[in-house]
């Protein structure tokens, strides 16, 4: 079973995924939001994922370069690294949630 806690801090959303993914839902949820504030960072904390295979990796991306289309900029978040391989070149990873605030003070685009 997947949890998914969300915080919006600083014009950034936050999404922790934690446990197993076993469904797509949450990819919907998570767009609705985006799309309905128009938010424009999201970082999305797969750390504490288990159980994580490719195809649910694979169908995460393909959402995620639908957004990036739409000018909306995204982040992954793996502190333990275990599953950055999955995203490699795809989207920019951070270390940590606190990265988020610096790339995006870096690249000019935060408010």
């Known amino acids: 079973m997947l949890l998914v806690r969300t915080e919006y801090k600083k014009g950034v959303l936050f999404v922790r ?3 197993r993914i ?4 949450y990819i919907k949820e998570i767009k609705k939001i985006i799309q309905e ?6 970082v999305i904390n797969t ?6 295979s490719k195809e649910s990796i694979k169908k995460m991306i ?3 370069k639908k957004l990036k289309k739409k000018k909306h900029l995204l982040f992954i978040c793996d502190e333990n690294r275990l ?3 999955y995203f490699i070149e795809t989207i920019p990873k951070l270390n940590n949630e606190r ?9 000019g685009a935060y408010e």
């Not at 076993?22 to 839902?25: A, H, L, V, Y």
């Open 17 to 19: 995924l934690i446990g």
């Open 22 to 25: 076993d469904n797509e839902s």
């Open 37 to 42: 504030f128009g938010i424009k960072f999201t």
């Open 47 to 52: 750390t504490n994922l288990n159980d994580v």
């Open 62 to 64: 393909i959402n995620i």
């Open 83 to 85: 599953k950055n391989n």
């Open 99 to 107: 990265e988020a605030f610096s790339l995006i003070n870096r690249k």
